[in-house]
């Protein structure tokens, strides 16, 4: 049982390969698969902590591979969104080019930094944990994934003729939002992390 917790936190890396593949598809019902696996990776990261915890089985791997995992987990959603046809349309991307690209340049520059900042601290025997902003960072690039990936689902064909296909794009613009305030709180929480534990890099 003290196993489960890492269990469900690296079981989100496979889970990616399985969402991006089902999108790559780009079939109204893979769109929604995506979508739901989406929710499952996202339900595993409270999941995960909620057991170490009732179970006492809190371990600093446990909390360093937490983290990385949504790393990787979100970074590697963000490119696809970057790649993938917005509903079968070669000319538009889930997420639009021109300036996205920017903003998810500035996320993975924001985790690579951060985890190289945690690396560091671990050879010198410190576990530096997430921070509240770190995790609000978080929440809201998985809120702004789950709102493309529904949209995304929304207007794949699965509704065709309904209410919820004609909301598709008000539920993207949303998502877009939640991605950008995402971006916001990705350089804050950066920032802020980096300032406070730049001790740690002795320089």
């Known amino acids: 049982m003290k196993r489960l917790p890492n269990i469900l ?23 929604a698969a995506a979508f739901v696996f989406f929710l ?14 009732k179970v006492g089985a809190v371990s600093n791997f446990g909390k360093l591979m937490d983290a990385l995992t949504d790393k990787i ?15 079968g349309d070669p000319s538009e991307t889930i997420l639009p080019r021109e300036l996205s690209v920017f903003c998810v340049i500035i996320i993975i520059c924001r ?19 997430a921070e ?3 995790k609000l960072k978080t929440a809201l690039q998985m809120l702004s994934v789950s709102l493309l990936l529904c949209a995304q689902t929304l207007a794949g064909g ?7 296909e004609a909301g598709a794009c008000l539920v993207r613009e949303i998502g877009l ?3 950008y305030g995402a971006v916001a709180l990705t350089i804050y929480s950066g920032t802020g992390y980096i300032i406070r534990n730049w001790r740690i890099l002795n320089l």
Do not use: Q
């Open 158 to 164: 699965l509704f065709a003729g309904t209410t919820l």
């Open 9 to 31: 936190t690296l079981s989100r890396i496979p889970l990616l390969f399985v969402i991006v593949g089902l999108l790559c598809l780009n079939r109204p019902a893979t769109d």
């Open 177 to 179: 939002w939640a991605f």
């Open 111 to 129: 985790e690579f930094l951060i985890t190289g900042l945690r690396l560091v601290a671990a050879s010198n025997g410190v576990v530096l944990a």
């Open 73 to 87: 987990i979100m970074v590697g959603l963000f490119v696809a969104l970057l790649g993938l046809n917005w509903n």
């Open 40 to 53: 499952v990776a996202a339900g595993s990261d409270w999941l995960d902590g909620y057991i170490a915890r």
């Open 132 to 134: 509240r902003a770190g």
